[in-house]
Nanobody, 128 residues
Framework: QVQLVESGGGLVQPGGSLRLSCAAS????????MGWYRQAPGKQRELVAA???????NYADSVKGRFTISRDNRKNTVYLQMNSLKSEDTAVYYC??????????????????????WGQGTQVTVSS
């Protein structure tokens, strides 16, 4: 009933920029935190950046000063602006949403909550 759809990945040269978008669809009332994770081949998935509904942000040390996360609460969309990209940024980037309240006829309140929802991932490749 709730889906996250990412877009904006692709191939870019070192030093270049990309902007990722992730839109949540469904009958959503609110989303607490939204964020971006990435997973490179042979490595564990790691947090890149996160943002709360109120706008508080958190970044991995490796991307501080280069990446900027933002969100539009009215559109239930989160963005990741990536500048000065390096080869080590190459990975599949996943969108994540926490505490997603949505419309549900299964409950008397008419509401239900997903603790966590993940997108399908988008590939970012930084190479010359």
């Amino acid at each position: 009933q709730v889906q996250l759809v990412e877009s904006g990945g692709g191939l870019v040269q070192p030093g270049g920029s990309l902007r990722l978008s992730c839109a949540a669809s469904g009958s959503i009332f609110s989303i607490n935190a939204m964020g971006w994770y990435r997973q490179a081949p042979g490595k564990q998935r790691e947090l890149v950046a996160a943002i709360t509904r109120g706008g508080t942000t958190n970044y991995a040390d490796s991307v501080k000063g280069r990446f900027t996360i933002s969100r539009d609460n009215r559109k239930n969309t989160v963005y990741l602006q990536m500048n000065s990209l390096k080869s080590e940024d190459t990975a599949v980037y996943y969108c994540n949403a926490e505490d997603v309240w949505y419309e549900s006829s299964s409950y008397e309140s008419g509401m239900a909550k997903y603790l966590e929802v993940w997108g399908q991932g988008t590939q970012v490749t930084v190479s010359s």
